[in-house]
């Protein structure tokens, strides 16, 4: 049984990462069925073992992205550092990952499909975007926000730059890395918002590598057990053709 359950888990994982690479590539309505069984080298049995349909299966990529985004910021979350440089490294992860994850690349493709602008309010931006504002307001807390400044604005504003920077990525032929773009638009919000004792030590000292700080915890097992007993079937079932 546990074979069987091992087998279904790992078919499920193939089918959603064969699922994401078409998202990323073509957007939802253009995605082919077909394309994605020949990349998780699935039937179609075994597809619609595991989801219901095409949207069932876009909103299984959507939430193994969420998953990434919240396993991120927990990780981040627990690092005790200046806030704009904790913020700082939240926002090169991202940007790694949108640069290396399909997962990710498909999330933000499907987010802008019209079946799925509601997944925006509950998506990994929010997550991120949530952490954001704890961090801003902490800044704010420790002197780091000139008089006035809104963290509220602060994270809107910086959100809506980096999702700008991400769209023009796409339309360009500009070679800038993504993280570059990032960085720099936190730049530019921080010149403008940040207080100037804490720009002029950030000029002086640039930013940290905090990587080092967020250390990954291995999986529980039990954790692990569950998923795989709630996502998988017996071998025979998932083969089997509709």
Request: proline share 3%.
């Amino acid at each position: 049984m546990a074979r069987q359950q091992e087998r279904a888990r790992r078919t499920r994982a193939a089918i959603v990462e064969a699922a994401a690479v078409e998202f990323a590539r073509r957007g939802y309505a253009a995605a082919s069925v077909n394309t994605i069984l020949e990349g998780s080298h699935a039937t179609k049995g075994a597809m619609y073992f595991h989801f219901e349909s095409k949207e069932d299966l876009a909103r299984a990529v959507l939430a193994s992205a969420l998953e990434r985004y919240t396993e991120s910021i927990d990780r981040w979350k627990r690092v005790d550092a200046d806030p704009f440089q904790v913020l700082h490294a939240i926002i090169v992860e991202l940007a790694d990952r949108f640069a290396s994850e399909t997962i990710v690349q498909a999330e933000f493709r499907l987010i802008i499909e019209p079946e799925f602008y509601s997944e925006v309010r509950s998506g990994g931006s929010q997550v991120w975007g949530r952490t954001a504002h704890e961090l801003v307001v902490r800044a704010q807390r420790e002197g780091q926000l000139r008089p006035n400044a809104d963290p509220a604005v602060f994270s809107r504003v910086l959100g809506a730059c980096l999702a700008g920077q991400r769209y023009m990525l796409d339309m360009t032929t500009d070679s800038t890395g993504l993280r570059e773009r990032f960085e720099e638009a936190f730049a530019v919000v921080l010149e403008a918002m940040a207080s100037e004792e804490w720009l002029a030590q950030w000029r002086r000292d640039g930013w940290q590598d905090l990587r080092a700080e967020a250390v990954v915890e291995q999986p529980d097992p039990e954790r692990v057990d569950v998923e795989i007993e709630r996502h998988s079937s017996p071998e025979t079932a998932s083969d089997q053709p509709i």
